[in-house]
């Protein structure tokens, strides 16, 4: 089983930055895809940006130029820099993972299997 932290999640003003965290622990796999996702209240969760096992990315219409989504294979760990952050924004982030051969940076919440338990971030105008 694949295990997923996330941290960093923090208030923010409107305009700021903040890089979220997610620690991966398991299983090593040769290949997997990793996406972050959002879910604000009354809202769907929805994807915000992914990394495909070969370095494909994708990103969310609403934070393509803002946010930057990366890895550090050496220490197993997913991150997502937010820049020039809005209030809307603001919602429970959660990294998730998809090791599968033919994964991609997909923002399909459907195929990912395993999840984190989400950080908080708040934007304030």
């Known amino acids: 089983q694949v295990q997923l932290v996330e941290s960093g999640g923090d208030s923010v003003q409107s305009g700021g930055s903040l890089r979220l965290s997610c620690a991966a622990s398991g299983p090593t796999y040769t290949r997997v895809c990793m996406g972050w996702f959002r879910q604000a209240p009354g809202k769907e969760r929805e994807g915000v940006a992914a990394?495909?096992?070969?370095?494909?990315?994708a990103y969310a219409d609403s934070v393509k130029g803002r946010f930057t989504i990366s890895q550090d294979n050496a220490k197993k760990t997913l991150y997502l820099q937010m820049d020039s952050a809005k209030p809307e924004d603001t919602a429970m982030y959660y990294c998730?993972?998809?090791?599968?051969?033919?994964?991609?940076?997909?923002?399909?919440?459907?195929?990912?299997?395993?999840w984190g338990q989400g950080t908080q971030v708040t934007v304030s105008s």
């Open positions: 998730a993972a998809w090791p599968y051969k033919y994964c991609s940076a997909s923002l399909t919440r459907w195929h990912y299997p395993y």
């Open positions: 990394l495909s096992s070969v370095g494909t990315t």
